[in-house]
């Protein structure tokens, strides 16, 4: 993938992420050679702002089926016959609209099972959106 999301740090950050990244899809050399930690701890939890990649985080696993979460509000229902559905949230303001997950500030918590995010977008001053 060459295209990137322009809130990922390029200038004396690690280098830019793919767009949306999936679980198991291979790191470019310049990415793993800059060595820093796409994650924090914070108590029990798992916190990551701005990160990309989507159903990396497992919510519910039951007999046939798994609820996936990610950096970013959207989730994902799989089940023994494949995808079952997914989940997204878009805010519709003055006619116009745009997806939770594509919103320029997104920090996630993870911890155990459960997962939360906290949305932000430069585009709408003001607006927040917390999420569990």
Not at 51 to 77: M, S, W
Not at 100 to 123: A, F, K, M
Request: with cysteine; net charge positive.
């Amino acid at each position: 993938m060459s295209s990137t999301r322009p809130w990922i740090p390029a200038a004396g950050g690690p280098p830019p992420e793919p767009v949306w990244r999936e679980p198991g899809q291979v790191k470019e050399p310049e990415f793993l050679a800059s060595a820093t930690l796409r994650y924090e701890a914070e108590g029990h939890e798992i916190v990551g702002r701005n990160r990309t990649c989507l159903n990396n985080r497992p919510l519910y696993c039951k007999d046939h089926g798994v609820v996936l979460a990610g950096d970013r509000p959207f989730l994902r229902l799989i089940t023994d016959r494949g995808v079952a559905g997914v989940w997204a949230a878009a805010l519709l303001r003055g006619g116009t609209g745009r997806w939770l997950h594509e919103w320029d500030q997104v920090e996630s918590r993870y911890r155990c099972g459960r997962i939360s995010w906290r949305v932000s977008d430069t585009n709408l001053t003001g607006v927040s959106v917390s999420l569990e």
